[in-house]
């Protein structure tokens, strides 16, 4: 069994056309779906944006389905690193978790040998991953400057809101955990529209409208913003079935 954490539908849409047979399930008032690959059944849980989310979401998943044999999360995530561009595929060798400053961040190693194989496998398919530390946020890091203190502070290389919450639940059981991102925003590049999203990842219609009465110039930076979305998660899709087929076929392999 695979478990795969996502914080928005969107995010991997494409992964799942790509799947054909998913079926939809819950877990915690947590939506997902499940699908069946070669040698093991793959659940995917939709988090909703944040750490505290995406910890309350592993938390139930992994008390309801038991230990998989691995967590993978995945998604879109902010560049911090110069020169990434949007639909480039980050591989985390370890995640870092946001601290106050002069609070010393939290960080998760992950597992060199796995990461390694993934990197294999996608680099087979041409598809070359930023191997590095990603930064997991309490909130959106919405402007350039921001996200170069954030790159100068931890040394990741993208910024999201989920995975290292994720790690530290796989951590406390003694889990492999793989993260796999997508850039959404390039590091020099301000992020418009972060603060529309509710709890659970929608858009919020009130806040959306507030912010076009105020600035209705900002609507081209919007459209801007779900173009990007859609190259990342075209571009997550196939690294996914990449990094989800090695993970099978370890499966299929064990005894």
Not at 192 to 200: A, I, K, N, Q, T
Not at 204 to 212: D, N, T, V
Request: charged content about 20%; hydrophobic content about 50%.
């Amino acid at each position: 069994m695979l478990i795969l954490f996502h914080a928005f539908k969107r995010e991997i849409a494409p992964l799942r056309r790509a799947l054909g047979s998913a079926r939809a399930w819950s877990v915690g008032g947590f939506a997902g779906f499940e699908a069946d690959l070669k040698a093991t059944p793959l659940f995917a849980v939709r988090t909703g944006p944040g750490p505290r989310n995406a910890a309350l979401a592993a938390h139930a998943t992994l008390k309801r389905l038991g230990r998989p044999g691995a967590v993978v999360v995945a998604g879109v995530a902010g560049g911090l690193q110069a020169g990434l561009q949007t639909g480039q595929i980050v591989l985390a060798d370890r995640l870092v978790r946001a601290a106050p400053v002069g609070v010393p961040a939290q960080e998760y190693r992950l597992d060199g040998a796995l990461v390694e194989r993934v990197r294999q496998h996608l680099c087979r398919a041409e598809i070359r991953p930023v191997i590095g530390p990603v930064l997991t946020a309490d909130h959106v890091i919405a402007t350039a400057r921001e996200k170069q203190l954030c790159a100068k502070r931890t040394g990741a290389v993208a910024v999201e809101m989920e995975s290292a919450a994720v790690a530290a639940e796989c951590a406390a059981q003694g889990l492999r955990c793989l993260c796999l991102r997508a850039i959404l925003d390039r590091a020099d590049e301000d992020v418009v529209g972060g603060h529309l999203l509710e709890p659970g990842g929608s858009v919020s219609a009130r806040r959306l409208l507030g912010q076009l009465c105020r600035r209705p110039w900002v609507l081209t930076s919007l459209i801007a913003l779900a173009r990007h979305l859609r190259i990342a998660a075209r571009a997550l899709a196939p690294a996914l079935l990449i990094a989800l087929g090695a993970l099978d076929a370890e499966a299929q392999n064990t005894p």
